[in-house]
């Protein structure tokens, strides 16, 4: 991990402990010399209960910035373009680690809401994960304004429907399994025309 830079090179001592809390030390100082690039391409982008970027996308104390970073780099990848920081993987195959990231990003609290939205119409089908997957999670974020669940309380898919709904209340946007014939709603509209 060492660099010819020794200002980064003492950043990256903070990341000694391997964990994500000392990994967003990191970046909050690298930030202060604009290092903060260099420190996202040496945390690796997936790892099991230690630090990755994966990890930081989900996590509420990370920088806002961090999470565009990583909602770029995702969406980048996931269009066809090579990744800036999470080199090193094997793509095409790797690509489900990105939308890892979206999947944490959608459900994190401290996701800005301009981004909430970009995932919360989310339609990529070229990925291996569903993206309703990705607009569910968006869904279950504790923070996803009204605005967006009025959105997701119209998706595609049931599962998102039924979570956005129930966020927004039980007497918001009822499907209706009433049906009137025709002949019924023209007997309705003479009713209420008489009425005037």
Known sequence: ??????YLNKILKVMDDNTNESAVQALELAASFGLEDEVLKRIPPRSSGKMSLNGLAGKVYTPTEIIVKLYNEAMDVL?????VYSTGLKLPSDKW??????????????????????????????????PSSIRYHVASNERAPKEILMILANDEDEDVREKARKKLGDNTMKESRFKLSTED????????????
């Open 1 to 6: 991990m060492e660099s010819d830079n020794p």
């Open 185 to 196: 709603i023209r007997k309705m509209i003479k009713e209420e025309l008489k009425k005037l």
């Open 97 to 130: 680690i990105f939308e890892g990231y979206l999947l944490q990003i959608a459900y994190n609290k401290n996701t800005p809401k301009e981004l909430l939205m970009k995932l919360a119409k989310y339609d990529n089908v070229s990925t291996t994960l569903l």
């Open 79 to 83: 269009s066809g373009k090579p990744p």
